[in-house]
């Protein structure tokens, strides 16, 4: 999916345009992908600088995956520059080449979690025949993630989240519209099930959308404290009592 980035031709400039464009893309409706200006760093190199030998190169995704897993753990302001090159298997130049800073690597690897929670959710969901049985599929891919090794790692978004009052502005925005996302597919579900007369609640679906996101949100929170599938899956058969 991800071009491989050279890490040790990116100029100076080449790293503050990135950032000035991630600052900028978080003003618009979703933040639109960050591939191309990676790309764009390795495509940047002088004839003189592509002549000195092959460049050092990493896997851009398996770093950003790296990432996740540290921050998903440690949180934002308890995850230092350390942790991150250690994680994403990167020497410390190699991390600020490619990122301005630990606030721009978490900005990308936010974009990165969502975008494949994002698949994997619509994916869970898909093949139902009834808007109950795919908002029923929806919170069970949360309690499926809410126990054992994956309960433990948590989720990027949820402990973002609840960490939003002491994260700076523009990490605030890319979290909050991470969460709304996720909001608006869960409020379709229920306008689905609603319409084929499979959720008879007639609550509004935006509203109902958020009771049932909250307790999607929570079986992660609950999940790092290390509890059973079938405490999840209880945890399903109440919330699904709400469409009822």
Do not use: W
């Not at 031709?9 to 960050?34: G, K």
């Not at 800073?101 to 898909?126: G, P």
């Not at 002491?166 to 990490?171: F, G, M, R, Y």
């Amino acid at each position: 999916m991800f071009q491989m980035l050279d890490c040790r031709l990116a100029r100076p400039s080449a790293v503050t345009a990135f950032s000035c464009q991630l600052h900028y893309l978080l003003d618009l409706e979703m933040i639109v992908s960050y591939i191309p200006t990676m790309s764009n760093i390795s495509h940047n190199q002088s004839e003189e600088q592509r002549h000195r030998g092959r460049p050092r190169e990493f896997d851009i995704d398996r770093a950003l995956d790296g990432a996740i897993r540290v921050f998903s753990r440690r949180g934002y302001h308890a995850t230092s520059v350390g942790d991150l090159t250690d994680a994403m298997e990167l020497a410390q130049g190699s991390l600020y080449k490619a990122f301005k800073d630990k606030k721009a690597v978490f900005i990308a690897t936010m974009e990165r979690y969502r975008i494949m929670q994002t698949e994997r959710f619509e994916a869970a969901v898909a093949g139902y025949n009834t808007g109950n049985e795919r908002l029923r599929a929806g919170l069970m891919f949360y309690a499926e993630r809410s126990h054992g090794g994956a309960g433990s790692d948590g989720c990027l978004v949820v402990g973002a989240a609840a960490d939003l009052a002491a994260l700076d502005d523009d990490i605030a925005v890319v979290v909050e519209r991470a969460v709304k996302a996720r909001e608006r597919i869960v409020a379709r579900l229920v306008a689905e099930g609603q319409k084929d007369g499979s959720v008879h609640s007639k609550a509004d679906p935006d509203d109902l959308a958020r009771a049932m996101l909250c307790m999607m949100y929570g079986m992660r929170v609950v999940g790092k404290t290390g509890r059973s599938l079938k405490d999840m899956v209880a945890v399903v058969d109440i919330a699904m009592k709400l469409a009822e």
